[in-house]
């Protein structure tokens, strides 16, 4: 069901109500002017009425939150309209397969790289794209990765359609659920010829050789980080939240980013933008957008990175089409958990700590729904709270 027809449906609803209501109070009043004996009924009239009451003003602050998160999801939409912008025109070849090798989306570069138009590479196996000796191996392939869990690469001959073989590099990071198992894999493929100067081996950390030597700038809890044009940030340590603004003016969180991850006002399509950091310190690298333009380096390293950024606007989408405000709140500490999860004794323990506020701004509701959800949970002792205040996820 659209949120339109959803929001339809309860003002028709509260219609319905408001006439309930009405009839109600007519009813009370013919009681109350017959002079009958028996005082039982206007009581019951009246409970009746404000129970009426009650159930309208819940549905109209219902109807609130739908609009809401209806709004979020235009919002959230804009965001991956944008993301899928700039997944079309990478420079590199990049796919995405399900576990078992099949094309799920492979951008420009990748038909161009393979001679396939787009619409047909879909749905097609990945290896036969590969000549046959490394097409034998490639089901082991799949089998190591999704054991290891870990992003991995190799050298592999690609055959492209009538066209000669090539040597390319294949670069391939499994995407997990929350209970950390595979799901899909996204695969970034380069002719060697464009790689020479990268190979290192698998163990290569792109990161630390690209990154070190550049200037760190310090943040603490609550600063907005300017967001200067043509320039990306890199968070090297701490939290970051993104967030916009709704047309009623609440705060929307779009994104929370923790080490590795870039972000950048060229990287949205939204009017009101903004970082602020939520850890109790941030250490960000800034990189200007020529360097990573002229640097194909640079551009491979921050892909996948942009991929998850990426599938974190996914999720919350898909988090704020949920009707209920618990089924939200639960989504969204599973999330958190696996994101920002700190094993301990008592459960898992969130490195970052939000306010009341932000999971209500998340969740597309209000902070006082949210800390009657969370007393609840503390008194199921599904939650608790460390000695710093970190929220600790039993079990």
Request: with cysteine; charged share 20%; proline share 4%.
């Amino acid at each position: 069901m659209s949120a339109e027809m959803f929001n339809s449906d309860l003002k028709r609803f509260i219609q319905q109500l408001e006439g309930l209501q009405g009839r109600l109070e007519q009813l009370y009043h013919c009681v109350n002017t017959a002079n009958e004996k028996s005082h039982l009924l206007p009581s019951a009239f009246k409970e009746l009425g404000m129970a009426s009451e009650e159930l309208q003003v819940a549905m109209e602050e219902l109807l609130t939150q739908a609009e809401e998160s209806a709004a979020m999801q235009v919002k959230l939409a804009a965001e991956r309209q944008r993301y899928q912008h700039l997944f079309q025109f990478l420079p590199h070849a990049y796919l995405e397969t399900d576990t078992n090798g099949k094309i799920i989306e492979a951008n420009q570069a990748a038909a161009n790289l393979l001679n396939v138009s787009q619409r047909f590479l879909v749905g097609k196996p990945l290896d036969i794209y590969l000549i046959k000796s490394d097409r034998r191996k490639f089901p082991a392939k799949l089998i190591q990765i999704q054991q290891r869990n870990l992003q991995q690469e190799w050298i592999a001959q690609i055959q492209p359609r009538q066209r000669e073989p090539l040597d390319a590099v294949l670069r391939v990071s499994p995407h997990c659920d929350f209970d950390n198992q595979s799901i899909s894999l996204h695969w970034i493929v380069q002719d060697i010829r464009d790689r020479q100067p990268m190979l290192r081996g698998d163990n290569y950390d792109n990161n630390t050789n690209l990154y070190q030597n550049r200037p760190r700038h310090i943040y603490h809890k609550g600063e907005t980080i300017s967001l200067k044009p043509h320039t990306t940030w890199i968070v090297s340590q701490g939290v970051i939240k993104l967030s916009t603004v709704s047309e009623s003016g609440d705060e929307i969180i779009v994104g929370l980013l923790g080490e590795s991850m870039p972000f950048s006002s060229s990287m949205t399509s939204l009017p009101m933008y903004e970082a602020t950091v939520v850890s109790e310190t941030a250490e960000l690298i800034s990189i200007s957008c020529t360097e990573i333009a002229a640097s194909s380096q640079l551009s491979q390293t921050l892909l996948p990175l942009l991929n998850q950024r990426l599938q974190q606007t996914e999720f919350l989408l898909a988090m704020a089409g949920k009707r209920q405000v618990t089924d939200r709140l639960h989504c969204f500490l599973s999330w958190l958990k696996a994101e920002f999860g700190q094993p301990t004794l008592e459960g898992t323990r969130l490195t970052v700590r939000l306010t009341h506020q932000d999971f209500a701004n998340a969740c597309c509701t209000t902070r006082v729904t949210i800390t009657r959800l969370f007393n609840q949970l503390q008194q199921q002792g599904t939650i608790t709270f460390d000695a710093q205040r970190h929220l600790v996820l039993r079990d």
